[in-house]
């Protein structure tokens, strides 16, 4: 039985425990993330970015939010975060690691219309964009 402490563990106890004996860290910080954010009003009504789906008539609400999440798991969504805004409404935030050779999908959103970045935008994010 090998005992392993604290974050920077031996190549022996990451064997150990079935990781490789090289740089884990590095492989793991190298992914890219694209990200969703859902916002979700009671399992009533969900938005992402100012598309709404609502429950089936008669759908009871759980099976609202399963259908949805499993909708989401499907495309490779995994959820990353909860915010919560008021009782019963919160923004989900779900993340899947970026396609090889793609982009994160840097456009803004506003009112139902998307632009593109500006030329010269950052590639750290989203930037403002005057209407």
């Known amino acids: 039985m090998v005992y392993c402490s604290g974050e920077l563990a031996t190549a022996k106890c990451r064997e150990a425990r079935g990781g490789r004996a090289g740089n884990e860290r590095e492989t793991i910080m190298s992914t890219s993330w694209e990200y969703k954010v859902v916002y979700v009003a009671g399992w009533k009504r969900v938005s992402v970015e100012g598309e709404e789906t609502y429950p ?3 759908e009871r609400t759980s099976g609202f939010a399963r259908r949805f999440l499993n909708g989401l798991g499907a495309d490779g969504w995994e ?3 909860i ?3 008021a009782p019963g409404q919160a923004y989900y935030t779900f ?3 970026v396609a090889d050779g793609s982009e994160p999908d840097l456009s803004v959103a506003r009112n139902g219309i998307v632009r593109e970045q ?3 935008g950052s590639a750290a994010g989203p930037q403002a964009v005057a209407l």
């Open 56 to 58: 089936e008539q008669g």
């Open 79 to 81: 959820l990353a975060g």
């Open 83 to 85: 915010q919560l805004t």
């Open 95 to 97: 993340k899947r690691p």
């Open 118 to 120: 500006p030329e010269g």
